[in-house]
Nanobody, 121 residues
Framework: QVQLVESGGGLVQAGGSLRLSCAASGSIFSIDDMAWYRQAPGKERELVARITSGGSTSYADSVKGRFTISRDNAKNTVYLQMSSLKPEDTAVYIC???????????????WGQGTQVTVSS
């Protein structure tokens, strides 16, 4: 069974850095795009960064120049390096994997459970 498991969240002071990881487990053949979303209390979920299987990236304007998304296809893992963090970056960060093809499974989009990132001022 395919699962996405995030790690790396926590509490950090403004200006600090964190690195999030999201590993997809299971007998996986391929994954299309992978991405990080975030959701703050009382707000809608928003796309933070996205990366294709070939490594092309895109970012929300609010994080450009501060966050970097990368992936290791051999490990079915996506990363989010966050620097110069601001209090407004505080949210639950959620991993997304598009069209995960795996043994005994249809190719489905998958979501992680989320990891809390809190930035103090």
């Amino acid at each position: 069974q395919v699962q996405l498991v995030e790690s790396g969240g926590g509490l950090v002071q403004a200006g600090g850095s964190l690195r999030l990881s999201c590993a997809a487990s299971g007998s996986i053949f391929s994954i299309d795009d992978m991405a990080w979303y975030r959701q703050a209390p009382g707000k809608e979920r928003e796309l933070v960064a996205r990366i294709t299987s070939g490594g092309s990236t895109s970012y929300a304007d609010s994080v450009k120049g501060r966050f970097t998304i990368s992936r290791d296809n051999a490990k079915n893992t996506v990363y989010l390096q966050m620097s110069s963090l601001k209090p407004e970056d505080t949210a639950v960060y959620i991993c997304y994997a598009q069209r995960v093809s795996a043994r005994n499974s249809f190719a489905l989009d998958r979501w992680g459970q989320g990891t809390q990132v809190t930035v103090s001022s």
